[in-house]
């Protein structure tokens, strides 16, 4: 196997901090927030107080300042044991970044210390009912009165919806600008007309709060609109490559796991007087699988070096997403069908794994976005140009 050089001996030391802490506080009790649909707030807490929750935000913010291996760490080992429930890394690598990114000094000041510690749950409020990859086109509308804004409008899908203290909302300033009509704001939770809908049943990733959010003239000061007014878009783009990149980590990791879990499941299980990994199929399956997770990881990888040096483009994070979430979805289906009538059964981590994986075609831009990007850029002056879309 290839060895992972990224990662130094501290990396390796917080690494056991983590599987220690995630093995101790929630590896026991995730079945039961599964059945509630969200995790209890005093995990954040918990989590906080370990230092597992926005490492790379800088001292003066209350944080520790560390890179972002240390955040990458922390999204591996949860993944690695099926935990789907906490939201950190919506909390930690997208809405502390965006605050970190464009937040003004006494924003940061406000939330990135309470973020760290685990007393404010952050969510990202982007897509609406008719809106998901074409954000330009939300409906949510901000409106200008003296010194405030007037928000009115819908989000759905959103994760850590229910819990949420701090939201990060993308809205709409002028409604004939287009693109440059989009800005963002900061929404505290408890701000009046501020009205979290139903936590949503999905598919899988059961224990993660999901939410339909409604906003019913939600006044808040023009000082929590995060960068500058009809620069949401844009600022949104940036923050894209970074998003999906984490979304082909999380697909690397659960990949080389569930391979694993059926390396040994099917040493142990037999049929037909040997076990099923004597059969060639099994070994065959699995050997193409192995390689292609090898591919994926070295891959990845080198687009969390890319994106520490600054030079991940919108290209490589989605060639990224694409070609390992596309391999997470094809070995949670195959190494499930190794388990045979056990791979059905909702007490087995494949069976879970195997419904958590299908949203990673969906979330963070589709893979048909992606083959659009990766078109874009082949093609670059020979195509007729397609509709924009969210990048």
Aim: proline share 2%; glycine share 8%.
């Amino acid at each position: 196997m290839i060895e992972r050089t990224l990662f130094r001996e501290e990396h390796n030391i917080f690494r056991e901090s983590v599987r220690r802490f995630i093995e101790r506080e929630i590896v026991p009790f995730h079945a039961q927030w599964e059945e509630d649909g969200i995790v209890p707030r005093e995990l954040w807490l918990k989590a906080g107080a370990e230092g597992l929750l926005c490492c790379t935000v800088p001292e003066e913010y209350g944080g520790l300042g560390l890179d972002y291996l240390f955040d990458v760490v922390v999204f591996e080992e949860l993944w690695r044991v099926g935990a789907s429930g906490p939201g950190f890394l919506i909390h930690t690598d997208l809405v502390a970044t965006y605050i970190l990114s464009f937040g003004t000094d006494e924003q940061k000041r406000k939330w990135l210390p309470k973020m760290v510690s685990g007393e404010a749950i952050g969510s990202l409020g982007m897509t609406e009912p008719h809106a998901g990859s074409d954000l330009k086109a939300i409906r949510t509308k901000a409106t200008r009165d003296g010194d405030d804004f007037i928000i009115n409008g819908q989000k759905v899908f959103i994760s850590n919806g229910q819990m949420c203290d701090i939201l990060v909302l993308a809205t709409k300033t002028d409604s004939a600008a287009g693109a440059h009509g989009v800005t963002l704001f900061l929404v505290e939770g408890d701000r009046e007309g501020f009205h979290r809908g139903r936590n949503l049943n999905k598919l899988g990733m059961k224990a993660q709060d999901t939410s339909e959010l409604f906003f019913d003239n939600v006044r808040i000061p023009a000082t929590n609109m995060l960068g500058q007014e009809g620069k949401g878009f844009q600022q949104m783009m940036t923050k894209l490559a970074q998003e999906r990149l984490a979304q082909a980590i999380r697909s690397a990791t659960v990949t080389e796991t569930v391979i694993q879990w059926t390396v040994d499941y099917t040493s142990e299980r037999k049929a037909f007087g040997q076990t099923i990994a004597d059969f060639q199929n099994t070994q065959f399956v699995l050997a193409d699988l192995q390689t292609k997770a090898t591919v994926a990881r070295v891959y990845t990888d080198k687009c969390i070096e890319l994106f520490m040096q600054g030079k991940l483009d919108s290209v490589d994070a989605a060639m990224a997403k694409m070609f390992v979430c596309e391999l997470h979805c094809e070995a949670v289906d195959k190494c499930l069908q190794l388990f045979g009538g056990w791979g059905y059964m909702w007490e087995y981590p494949i069976t879970r794994a195997y419904a958590d994986a299908r949203i990673v075609k969906i979330a963070g831009g589709s893979i048909e976005i992606m083959k659009t990007i990766i078109a874009r850029q082949m093609f670059a002056g020979k195509l007729t140009k397609p509709a924009k879309a969210k990048e």
